[in-house]
């Protein structure tokens, strides 16, 4: 291996940028994508109860592994907000008007090579109806956060960015 700092490197380096910005922007463009990983971007809701802000939203899907959020991935030219609002209103019933970015905003799982971009909602459980579909959700039911039921993973992994569930 050459160090770091040594001249041969950096003529090395130099002469391989200048060889890469001598072709063509479309081939550049095609090997960039071709070498570079690839990342899938999804909404996630954090909907809490605002009359309880101890009390968060939970979801029951196929194929019942355990309890998620209102989640989902983006469609083509949707913002990551757009998106948590239309992921929360299919899966929920819920109309969200106000969503603020959680922070950290984005949660990027490198395994699985997917971003989650999060956003909180703060509404009230005792006035808000919550319909799902029975296909793509059995159940939706707000759960205390000292209290969660058996959690997907990638659900438990996600809370525990944010202090909450098991593994905070």
């Known amino acids: 291996m050459i160090p770091r700092r040594s001249p041969l490197r950096r003529s ?86 106000s969503l603020e970015p959680a922070v950290p905003n984005a949660v990027v799982h490198t395994r699985g090579r997917w971003v989650d971009m999060v956003f909180t909602a703060h509404v009230p459980a005792a006035t808000t109806e919550l319909s799902v579909d029975g296909a793509e959700v059995w159940e939706a039911a707000w759960h205390h956060v000292d209290e969660l039921p058996k959690l997907t993973p990638a659900t438990a992994r996600l809370l525990a960015n944010y202090g909450i569930g098991p593994g905070a």
Do not use: C, N
């Open 12 to 97: 090395l380096v130099s002469f391989g940028y200048g060889v890469f910005y001598r072709i063509p922007l479309r081939w550049r463009t095609r090997l960039v994508k071709t070498v570079s990983h690839k990342y899938v971007l999804g909404s996630v809701v954090l909907m809490f109860d605002a009359d309880d802000p101890g009390r968060i939203l939970l979801l029951r899907q196929p194929p019942g592994r355990g309890w998620t959020l209102p989640a989902g991935l983006l469609q083509r030219g949707e913002t990551p907000i757009e998106g948590a609002r239309r992921e929360a209103a299919e899966e929920t019933g819920v109309l969200l008007d």
